[in-house]
């Protein structure tokens, strides 16, 4: 398989759940990215890690919890999520900066809590 | 602090129409830019880069020329296809950052 993959494709959860985001890249690449796109706002960059150290926590709610084991995995943990959470979550890969190389993206995991 | 500008969408255009998604952008350094093409259900796809001034990237069809004088990377296609509607963003990062500054979007249409 190559390029990044992301699974699952769409999620939908209660409130109360717990469910996980896995994101995985082909490419040999150093540093991995989380971001959220929500309908009609800007694409947000929510965390970043380089050789699997969280480099930059923009300001997320720690109902969202990172985990990155290895440079090629990337894990999103979710917790007592709220509706406003509701979004499409996009994992990107880059070498150790994107510079210019550029990000690479998977496809998404879009997130309906209900 | 670093920023880009997309002209505003919907964009509507006819098949075999020439495009132009205009994109703007203020930056301390010497950025590298890039447009990302989203398709329907599906994430971002790097369409082209470019990495200095005068640099011009091309793909697909579409190219982009780097003007430092004018602070500008705007899109462009001679002929475009229904295949071509998508989402078009337009991103820098600037060198050793590496935080990818994304343009608000433009939404294209293309009708047969």
């Known amino acids: 398989e190559t390029g990044v993959t992301q699974t699952p494709r769409h999620l939908v959860m209660g409130m109360t759940n717990k469910k996980s985001l896995k994101c995985e890249q082909h490419l040999g690449h150093n540093a991995m990215y989380w971001y959220k796109q929500s309908a009609k706002k800007p694409l947000e960059l929510m965390f970043v890690y380089n050789f699997k150290e969280q480099t930059e926590n923009n300001s997320v709610p720690s109902r969202f919890s990172p985990e990155c084991p290895n440079s090629s995995h990337l894990f999103l943990h979710l917790h007592t999520l709220q509706p406003e959470d509701s979004a499409l979550y996009l994992c990107?890969?880059?070498?150790?900066?994107?510079?210019?190389?550029?990000?690479?993206f998977g496809p998404g995991t879009r997130l309906t809590v209900t | 602090g670093n920023s880009v500008t997309q002209m505003e969408g919907p964009v509507t255009l006819s098949e075999e129409a020439f495009l132009t998604i205009n994109c703007t952008y203020t930056?301390?350094?010497?950025?590298?830019l890039f447009w990302y093409v989203q398709y329907p259900g599906e994430g971002l796809q790097l369409l082209l880069k470019?990495?200095?001034?005068?640099d011009k990237g091309s793909n697909k069809g579409f190219e982009a020329t780097y003007r430092k004088e004018t602070t500008s990377f705007h899109l462009e296609k001679g002929s475009v296809q229904v295949s071509d509607s998508a989402v078009y963003f337009c991103?820098?990062?600037?060198?050793?950052?590496?935080?990818?500054?994304f343009g608000q979007g433009t939404r294209l249409t293309i009708n047969p």
């Open positions: 470019a990495t200095k001034a005068d």
């Open positions: 930056a301390t350094g010497y950025p590298s």
């Open positions: 990107a890969s880059s070498q150790d900066w994107a510079g210019g190389g550029g990000q690479y």
């Open positions: 991103a820098l990062s600037d060198r050793g950052a590496q935080k990818l500054v």
